[in-house]
């Protein structure tokens, strides 16, 4: 069985990350990538997933695919600091909100994914290729209510049961999702899943060799695999 880091590791080493001058979060201006946050918000059976739109739209080359509401932790650099945590929760809660009519601080909040190293997404915006280094956060919700999008970057909103179809997912979401809901599906399941998350995994791996991070390897693969990812967050 995999021994995953305590929740605590996350915790602290997002308070190393600041605010740069271009209003997103890393651990310095000058830092390959920077900071993502997406909520995986559970009720009973079904997640809360959100659909983007078009490219031109929503800056994302996966245009169609399905994913956890979420985005780029923003701050504004002109305020009075805040703690990393604050401004990622307040980046994640007006995310969720806008993009799934969600407010997950009526949800009861479970805290970091822990089962996740440095996940690693990418996307193009002005010509520029950039990479995101996303945070998953648990939610739960008591009760399904209806979701609707104020996002023109989401075409939709919707409760979808567990395990979601895996070919609909964008690679980064499809990862995420696997390695938190994979000691729960039974064999069969799995076996169908497979080649999806493997293929995510291939993918989310390029994304964070380009950047210099470590591979992002599938909830299957080997125990020492899986402990060197969830503890090779950047220093």
């Not at 080493?13 to 651990?27: E, K």
């Not at 909040?109 to 995101?132: I, M, N, Q």
């Not at 980064?172 to 039974?186: S, V």
Request: hydrophobic share 45%.
């Amino acid at each position: 069985m995999t021994t995953l880091p305590a929740v605590s590791f996350v915790e602290r080493w997002l308070t190393r990350c600041r605010l740069a001058p271009d209003g997103f979060m890393a651990l310095d201006p000058t830092s390959a990538w920077r900071l993502g946050a997406i909520g995986y918000v559970s009720c009973a059976d079904a997640i809360a997933l959100i659909r983007k739109g078009a490219a031109s739209v929503s800056g994302y080359e996966f245009e169609g695919s399905w994913a956890l509401p979420g985005g780029m932790v923003r701050g504004n650099v002109a305020e009075a600091p805040s703690s990393a945590h604050t401004i990622v929760a307040a980046s994640l809660h007006g995310r969720v909100l806008a993009e799934a009519g969600l407010d997950i601080a009526t949800c009861h909040d479970e805290g970091f994914a822990r089962e996740l190293g440095p996940l690693v997404t990418s996307y193009t915006a002005k010509g520029l290729k950039r990479h995101t280094l996303v945070l998953a956060r648990r939610f739960r919700c008591m009760q399904p209510i209806p979701l609707t999008t104020a996002d023109r970057s989401v075409t939709a909103a919707e409760w979808r049961k567990v395990p979601p179809v895996w070919a609909n997912l964008a690679p980064a979401n499809r990862l995420a999702i696997a390695h938190m809901i994979w000691t729960e599906l039974d064999d069969a399941t799995q076996y169908i899943a497979r080649p999806f998350i493997a293929e995510a995994s291939q993918i989310c791996s390029q994304w964070a060799n380009e950047i210099g991070l470590a591979a992002a390897p599938p909830p299957w693969a080997a125990i020492d695999q899986l402990n060197r990812w969830q503890s090779s967050f950047p220093a």
